[in-house]
């Protein structure tokens, strides 16, 4: 059984968002402020977080960019702020996606599953293909390790980077679409997310590029989406 930490400081949204969860048969912690939130994310083992952004004692930004020290688990962050920037800079600090609250519960689960059902196949693949490595003009990615080095010095990525950059770096020469990436890598519909693409482009480029206003490897095809050249 999966389980779900979720860090929410209002009773009624984390408790009906628990009992969803528990009808899906999940099994869930509730944390009612960021720093409890932090202790449980470091001492229990769970396969999924979701984050609330406006929390007591310590907010949203500061516990995703703490666990993401430790952790490279699923974390879906939720808000009632529907400023793009408060959405990019979550995502920046390692949020594989962002919810605007009011949601329905049913698309709460269906965010969580789609995740976890993404993150376990990748799991299982890294566990069936050992000595998986990607090599491309100066970079180096590990499948198995998921790890990523740049002329030989080794890069942080978060989980959805490394995804993104993954399966573009397998794909080269095609370009797809914000559309199709986010189908591909966070396994559901764009529904207005596609500066979640555009922001991990942008974090992926600041790690791999050594100028990002004239990127050698991911290139923008304007109007269109982006290609990965070699």
């Known amino acids: 059984m999966s389980k779900i930490l979720i860090i929410e400081d209002e009773k009624e949204i984390a408790d009906l968002e628990k009992d969803y969860l528990e009808l899906s048969e999940f099994e869930v912690d509730i944390a009612d402020a960021g720093d409890k939130g932090l202790m449980l994310a470091r001492g229990k083992e769970y396969d ?22 430790t952790r490279n688990i699923p ?27 009011p949601f329905s519960p049913s698309e709460l689960v269906a965010r969580v599953k789609a995740h976890l059902a993404r ?31 740049i002329n030989g010095e080794e890069k942080t990525f978060t989980t959805k980077e490394f995804d993104l950059l993954t399966f573009l770096a397998e794909n080269p020469n ?7 990436l986010f189908r591909e890598i966070w396994d559901m519909d764009s529904i207005g997310d596609i500066a979640t693409v555009t922001v991990h482009i942008k974090k992926i480029r600041e790690k791999v590029e050594l100028d990002t206003s004239n990127p050698q490897y991911i290139e923008t095809i304007w109007g269109v989406g982006y290609r990965f050249k070699v």
């Open 174 to 180: 095609h370009v797809y679409t914000k559309e199709e």
């Open 119 to 149: 993150y376990d196949r990748l799991v299982g693949t890294v566990k069936k293909n050992t000595n998986s490595i990607i090599e491309i003009r100066g970079i180096k990615i590990d499948k198995t390790a998921r790890r990523v080095y």
């Open 48 to 69: 999924l977080i979701i984050l609330d952004l406006m929390l007591p004692g310590m907010d949203g930004f500061e516990v995703c960019k703490k666990i993401r020290e």
């Open 75 to 101: 974390i879906l962050m939720v808000s009632a702020k529907k400023d793009d920037i408060d959405k990019i800079r979550g995502l920046g600090l390692g949020a594989d996606d962002y919810m605007t609250k």
